[in-house]
């Protein structure tokens, strides 16, 4: 299927490295802090969930505010990390070395839910959260398998290979130690910045999303890098879903929060 229409298509030799465009926005320890730890708790969910949950809610609002549908949700790829999966059984890996990393797509559906309500923290809140959780819990193997299926198993790689391409990416890299600030300090945002990249090589997504908590000595902070193809999106459009995510996810650490002032 097409692309919704506020995503323009990938056009290979137009949309390369060079022409890539960056925006990053940060949540605040006070936000990032019960958003990583009450809403997980208290709604019974990963953190992987709560993060997608509100970038489904955000996508849904975004996309129908420019006048395209989101009904059954929109595709996106995810970046998975194999060392965080138990799927090596009892090999050891202290000699190997990488992320054993996996692209998989998932459909985002937070569902028919009320997107005022959710976005005020109410009970449309934990649907959305609901249903996003049991799709993603439903994956097998949290999706690692995707890539062999996809390029490698004769049966399979024609069928998938004729389905939907996913235009959005997203990955969450996990938390890190950030020290403060010395001359010689760690910078977390190399890690989700494009470094070095040819720039004529071509673009795989319409737009990524890299996510990284970075735990610094005043609490952490969620930082989300945003990257797109210049002709295919506009800043002032990728700012605008940029801040809807982060609302979205204040609305579930309001939802968490109403839940527990409710027991």
């Known amino acids: 299927g097409a692309p919704p229409p506020p995503i323009r298509p990938l056009v290979p030799e137009r949309d390369t490295a060079g022409t890539v465009r960056e925006l990053e926005l940060r949540l605040d320890p006070e936000r990032t802090g019960p958003l990583l730890s009450t809403v997980p708790a208290v ?28 009904s059954g949700g929109v595709l996106v790829d995810l970046e998975g990390h194999g060392r965080e999966e138990e799927l090596t059984g009892d090999a050891d890996l202290s000699r190997t070395v990488g992320w054993f990393t996996s692209v998989f797509p998932v459909r985002l559906d937070p569902g028919p839910v009320d997107l005022a309500d959710a976005f005020a923290g109410g009970p449309a809140a934990d649907e959305a959260l609901r249903r996003v959780r049991e799709h993603l819990d439903s994956l097998p193997a949290n999706g690692v398998g995707y890539g062999m299926l996809r390029h490698l198993n004769p049966r399979t790689a024609p069928v998938l290979a004729a389905l939907e391409t996913p235009r959005i990416e997203f990955n969450y890299l996990g938390r890190f130690d950030v020290p403060e600030a010395t001359d010689w300090s760690y910078a977390p945002e190399e890690d989700v910045a494009d470094i070095g990249s040819e720039p004529a090589m071509r673009e795989g997504h319409a737009l990524g999303i890299n996510v990284v908590t970075e735990d610094r000595p005043d609490g952490p902070v969620l930082a989300a890098h945003w990257s797109w193809p210049a002709a295919v999106l506009e800043e002032k459009d990728v700012r605008d879903l940029a801040q809807t995510w982060f609302r979205a996810l204040e609305a579930l650490v309001a939802r968490a929060t109403a839940r527990i002032e409710e027991r």
């Open 43 to 70: 709604l019974g969910a990963s953190v992987n969930d709560v993060l997608l949950t509100g970038l489904g809610l955000a996508l849904t609002d975004w996309l129908r505010r420019r006048g395209a549908s989101a």
